[in-house]
């Protein structure tokens, strides 16, 4: 089986616009799908710098003299880049969902599929896991994660029976989750639910948008003039944050206007929303939920 399948592979690295001797970051290497196609477009002087912060990634690496594969989290990306003396760059790659490899293996706690421990950590080294968060977080604590992240109506509810649940035993695995969020879960809707909840628990395990958020700031400091950003997104909080940043350069709210009501920001977008096409969705249903949103710096 394929570690992973790159998404939207042409699409994203076309929205690089390559150039031969350019240098580019993949923050998400994974199974090396974009990075190996950047640099079957690189020239011998090109130069290409990955980041994956699981060690199962590393096992993917490229013997190419072009290329670096960094084994860290992308929120470092600008400290590591300068590390390696490339103080600016020509593109960012980034594609944010959770491989199929991590799905896929059992124990690592990613898929609703298996029963496995509570542990949902993309880098194996962290000491946060699913099981921190389900047994140690308060009631307040696991419904703002439920709510916000998982976009769960039921937040307040699953929060209060998560809480009374654990004070008989401790919930250790995904079948013991999902005993214990039965009621919430309607054999219609079960699977979608389930999706959401784990989506919570993981978001807040690995920090994923607070490190998007520092991903998106670094962005505008590492690329050069008419670089270029392009960014798979899987669900709406991602997306919005990569949409609003690239309009306006900011998260929330309005950027500062001048007296003649104009404002300046970073970056600019270039073209409008990719999504993956039927025939890439029939081949990798992984593909269905993808955003594609690419820019370039001003």
Not at 62 to 78: A, C, T
Not at 99 to 121: I, K, Y
Not at 257 to 267: A, K, Q, S, Y
Request: glycine share 6%.
């Amino acid at each position: 089986m394929d570690y992973h399948n790159a998404v939207l592979l042409k699409e994203t690295v076309d929205g690089l616009a390559i150039k031969p001797d350019g240098v580019y970051v993949d923050v998400t290497f994974g199974g090396g799908g974009h990075s190996k196609e950047i640099l079957s477009r690189l020239g011998p002087n090109g130069k290409l710098y990955a980041f994956d912060q699981d060690k199962d990634a590393l096992a993917n690496t490229i013997d190419d003299d072009r290329f670096v594969l960094i084994n860290e989290n992308f929120r470092f990306v600008k400290r590591f880049l300068r590390f390696y003396g490339a103080k600016e760059v020509d593109g960012v790659l980034a594609d944010f969902g959770v491989s199929s490899h991590q799905f896929d293996v059992a124990e690592r706690g990613f898929s609703t599929r298996f029963e496995a421990d509570l542990d949902m950590r993309m880098n194996q080294d962290s000491k946060l896991s699913a099981y921190e968060v389900i047994n140690n977080y308060n009631e307040e604590q696991l419904r703002a994660v439920l709510f916000q992240y998982g976009e769960l109506r039921n937040a307040p509810a699953m929060a209060r029976v998560i809480v009374d649940e654990r004070k008989n035993a401790e919930i250790k695995t995904s079948e013991q989750l999902k005993a214990v969020l039965k009621q919430f879960l309607n054999h219609q809707k079960e699977n979608k639910v389930l999706a959401q909840i784990y989506q919570a628990i993981r978001i807040e395990v690995n920090q994923e948008i607070e490190v998007l958020k520092e991903l998106l700031l670094q962005t505008p400091e590492i690329l050069k003039k008419d670089g270029r950003l392009s960014f798979i997104s899987y669900h709406s909080l991602e997306d919005r944050l990569v949409k609003r940043f690239i309009r306006n350069g900011l998260f929330e709210g309005e950027p500062e206007r001048d007296m003649f009501g104009n404002f300046e920001v970073p970056l600019k977008k270039v073209g409008g929303l990719i999504v993956p096409s039927k025939e890439e969705i029939k081949q990798n249903n992984r593909a269905r939920s993808a955003k594609l949103r690419i820019a370039k710096k001003i």
